[in-house]
């Protein structure tokens, strides 16, 4: 499989676990509550950066299913041409 696109999607899923740890930290904790003066807005911006994150992870996964379906293509006519 490609390095970029293993790459990108482990990029992406690490940033949507810690965006998730965040929002669970606003969720459930008022640690650190009194650093941020607007903490529904930093709750707004982490429910954005998991949504980024997890849009870009759907498209490396959309792009890696697309490239093992052409391999596996590639492989069955390269199949189909020996057999003849």
């Known amino acids: ?14 940033l949507m676990d810690e965006h ?6 606003y969720m459930t904790s008022s640690v650190g509550i009194g650093e941020h003066p607007d903490v529904f807005g930093e709750f707004i911006n982490a429910v ?4 980024s994150a ?3 992870f ?5 792009m ?7 391999l596996q293509s590639a ?9 003849d």
């Open 48 to 51: 954005k950066k998991y949504e």
């Open 54 to 56: 997890q849009s870009n």
């Open 64 to 70: 890696k299913s697309q490239m093992m379906q052409q």
């Open 58 to 62: 759907n498209v490396i996964q959309e």
């Open 1 to 14: 499989m490609n390095n970029f696109l293993n790459a990108a999607e482990s990029l992406f899923k690490a």
């Open 20 to 25: 998730a740890l965040t929002l669970n930290l």
């Open 75 to 83: 492989q069955d006519l390269d199949e189909s041409t020996n057999e």
